[in-house]
């Protein structure tokens, strides 16, 4: 089968990414074939080509945001041939740690992940523990599909870690493939949404969606606000998120990698019961509930189409931000 390595973590630039055959596994007790229909490309995938996030997996194959077909399934699979599924991030949890028994096994500390701790959908066909993969509503076509199954989980939990009060200011720091579904679950919950990037793209997709106000990365917000989140991975818009933050509100940090933060000053970016909260992974929960949600609210996905033989230049577009939205591979 066609897949693509990272065979050397570098900058996007010098090409970290190559093509390589490889033979199409065979799936294990509680494992899944999985032809690959639909992956979408994260700035996850990004971070695990540049090296942000340590090797795991030497000539690992990247992607995690797989819409699939069962092609055949291990012993004491619940799915079986010719089911759609969808493939996420987490792969695996211990399910007995204290964390998993309390219902948190996104902070499981034997967790393994999709395309850094195994092979992922750069390809045309991935292995998926059946367990941690969702049924799809048919609402969603493949190529809709692909990036909720990161970008949109994942900015659902960092808005529930941001806790926006009903009807209450959000603040949304980038506006790429998590932002611009969150905004529109936010948006749908009755939030004033308030965006805050550099591109004038992303700026004018942010206000088609419904956002009330969108600007620069450090513009002064037009009021306080209760909450924020923060997609780009930037550590300096920290303390921009919380300056622009009233009293009581939560910034939510949603990335995997964020680069340092600058020094804070106490009374001007946390005094008056300001917070900020990471966001890690997600739980099955998470995915069930937004996946659930996204069909039922029919939230516009805007998605790029690249072909599986360009996934490296799908990955240097989105270094670039030379688009809005998702990447999406196909075949």
């Known amino acids: 089968m066609r897949a693509w390595v990272v065979e050397r973590p570098a900058p996007v ?7 390589a055959d490889r033979e199409v596994p065979s799936p294990g007790p509680g494992e899944l074939l999985v032809r690959v229909l639909a992956c979408g490309v994260c700035r996850t995938d990004l971070h695990v080509a540049e ?3 340590p090797v795991h997996v030497p000539g690992v194959t990247p992607g995690h945001e797989i819409v699939g077909r069962v092609e055949s399934a291990g012993p004491g699979c619940l ?4 089911d759609r599924v969808g493939v996420a991030w987490l792969r695996g949890t211990c399910g007995a740690c204290r964390f998993c ?4 096994e996104n902070l499981c500390p034997s967790s393994v992940y999709t395309g850094w701790d195994a092979h992922g959908g750069y390809a045309e066909y991935a292995l998926a523990v059946d367990a941690y993969t969702y049924a799809l509503p048919a609402e969603l ?4 599909a692909a ?5 949109g989980i994942i900015g659902y939990r960092a808005l529930r870690r941001a806790s926006p009060p009903p009807g209450g200011r959000l603040g949304i720091w980038g506006f790429g493939g998590s932002a611009h579904l969150a905004a529109q679950i936010a948006l749908a919950e009755g939030a004033d949404v308030h965006v ?21 990365s450090f513009d002064a917000a037009p009021a306080p606000l209760d909450s924020a989140i923060i997609f780009a991975p930037a550590g300096e818009l920290v303390a921009a998120a919380l300056e622009r933050l009233d009293r009581g509100g939560t910034c939510a940090v949603a990335g995997i990698h964020l680069s340092d933060v600058p020094s804070l000053d106490y009374q001007r970016h946390l005094f008056q019961e300001r917070e900020v909260r990471s966001v890690t992974a997600n739980t099955r929960a998470d995915g069930e509930e937004f996946l659930t949600l996204a069909a039922r609210l029919d939230v516009a996905v805007t998605t790029h189409v690249y072909g599986l033989d360009d996934a490296d230049r799908a990955l240097a577009d989105l270094a670039a931000d030379r688009f809005t939205g998702a ?3 196909v075949p």
């Open 13 to 19: 630039a010098e090409g970290p990414l190559r093509r």
């Open 51 to 53: 090296g942000d996030l």
């Open 79 to 82: 799915h079986g041939p010719g």
């Open 101 to 104: 028994r309390r219902g948190a």
């Open 141 to 144: 076509d493949d190529v809709r």
């Open 147 to 151: 990036p909720l199954l990161c970008a």
């Open 196 to 216: 805050f990037t550099r591109s004038p793209a992303a700026r004018e997709l942010a206000r088609e969606l419904g956002a009330s106000w969108a600007g620069d």
């Open 327 to 329: 990447a999406v591979l």
